[in-house]
């Protein structure tokens, strides 16, 4: 569904990307893992078009989507969920929902206001509210829930469950695992190693800007030398 | 159903916006046709606020160039003016058709910078357009251009008299109000509210910002034409003064001191601003000392504006 191939990203004259190249596949749960400073995040920027890349090509739905503004992007059908939620303070949670409404997958099934309310109940109550009003597992519901409603073929989370309590963390691990299962291709950064493994098919190691290893769970667990190598863990 | 507005300040803005529907009864009564010559300029100053709110207060866009379409809404009705042309329907299509293209053209350059680059660009346009018609002797120059008869409508829309003139300008102001709430809570508008806090986020989710904006741009400087039409029609006298970089910095005072980014805060903000300015010039001649000294004090302290002020008597459950 989604290909990097030998992408390499600069922020002005610093490189920062060194030739990534890796492959998500229809209806699977993919991690980028790596440290903090790796280039998992600048990895996300350059699918978006927020930060082009240099050179190399990325490939979504075998259209080349490289170098394409990211309103372009998002309109093939690709909903980010970006590290520290980002969403919208100025506008309730009924706005931050309905203003991003849209069927890019051109999905059958779509995702509409109700559908989010059902899939993340605890936003329910809080529709009115402003965006800064709102806690931070509520934030990332409303920013999980904001992506859905472009009805995205894939959905990439970045930092899915950084800074909440272990409980709300929880939840959202369950409601990915449900998007999965609705056949959701998926691609997810997260610190939470032991939660990726249940979830993901695939992980890429990313370290220094390139990807230094990749494999399933089973791989990942078999090999507890990379997590102290690449993971510091 | 419910009729009464359930807030303070809506019951404010709902009564302020009778007093104004009512007014020229009032001020025929009391005999002071004065004051309705105030009001008149107070609301079309009111409109040319709104329109520059929708872009700064909603869309972020701080422009210090927007009383050059109030000069081009002026000249459009004074040009035709001079070569005889006074059917108002063409002085609205030509202010609609000139002060759109201008904010197409100039949206277009000025849209792809942002903060202090896109204030001094706006300022710049702004200028060039005061400049050319300083230099247009053909129209009066420097000196402006005398405007003998108004904008001819259809005697059940004439603006000869002033009470017509009045409620012409009363109801733009109310079509601009309605206009700007629909189009804010609008898809719209939401896009533009959340491109000011966060624009790349925006493109992230689909949307050409860029193109919002834009477009956004347009119908700001559209409204202030149709502003700057009503203005030449009511002083009959034009000249490139009523588009001076001042004049832009006083909608911009008059917005924030209302309120940016609210409904009624550019109306209540122009009242104020036009209120203090006639008043306080008859108490001392030194009056700009003392206004400058309000102004500084509101932007330190009066965080929200009026509106802000007004807001805080609304409690928590009337806010919704």
Known sequence: ?233 | MRILPRTVSATVYTGFLVLLAIAPWIFSVIDEPFYLDLLSRGLILAVAALSLNLILGYGGMVSLGHAAYIGIGAYCVGIPAYYDFYNGWLHLGLTVLVSGLFALVTGAICLRTKGVYFIMITLAFSQMVYFTFVSLEEYGGDDGLVIYLRSEFPTWLSMDSPVALYYWIFTVLLITLFFIHRLVHARFGRVIVGSRFNEDRMQSLGYSTYRYRLSCYVISGVICGIAGMLLGNFTSFISPEMMGWTRSGELIFMVVMGGAGTLFGPLVGTAAFVFLEEFLSRITIYWHLIFGLMLIALVLFGKGGIHGWLSAFDSEEERG
């Open chain 1, 1 to 233: 569904m989604l290909e990097l191939h030998n992408v390499e990203t600069f922020y002005g004259s610093i490189q920062v990307l060194f030739g990534i190249t890796l492959t998500l596949d229809q209806g699977k749960v993919t991690t980028l893992i790596g440290r903090n400073g790796m280039g998992k995040t600048t990895t996300v920027n350059s699918i978006m078009g927020t930060v082009p890349p240099k050179s190399g090509e990325i490939r979504f739905n075998g259209e080349n989507i490289s170098g394409k503004p990211a309103h372009v992007v998002a309109q093939r059908g690709i909903g980010l969920v970006p590290e520290g939620r980002q969403i919208f303070p100025n506008l309730s949670v009924r706005e931050n929902l309905i203003a991003t409404a849209a069927n890019f997958s051109k999905s059958s099934d779509s995702w509409d206001l109700d559908k989010v309310m059902e899939f993340f109940p605890t936003l329910k109550p809080r529709l009115g509210n402003m965006g800064n009003q709102l806690s931070g597992g509520e934030q990332q519901m409303l920013a999980i829930g904001r992506a859905l409603m472009l009805n995205p073929g894939l959905l990439i989370l970045d930092e899915a469950t950084e800074g909440l309590a272990p409980l709300i963390r929880q939840e959202i691990w369950n409601r990915l695992q449900r998007l999965k299962q609705s056949g959701l291709t998926i691609l997810l950064i997260d610190k939470n190693i032991d939660d990726l493994s249940k979830i993901a098919d695939k992980h890429y190691i990313i370290a220094k800007g390139t990807v230094v290893w990749e494999g399933d769970s089973n791989a990942l667990a078999a090999q507890p030398e990379l997590k102290s190598k690449y993971l510091g863990i």
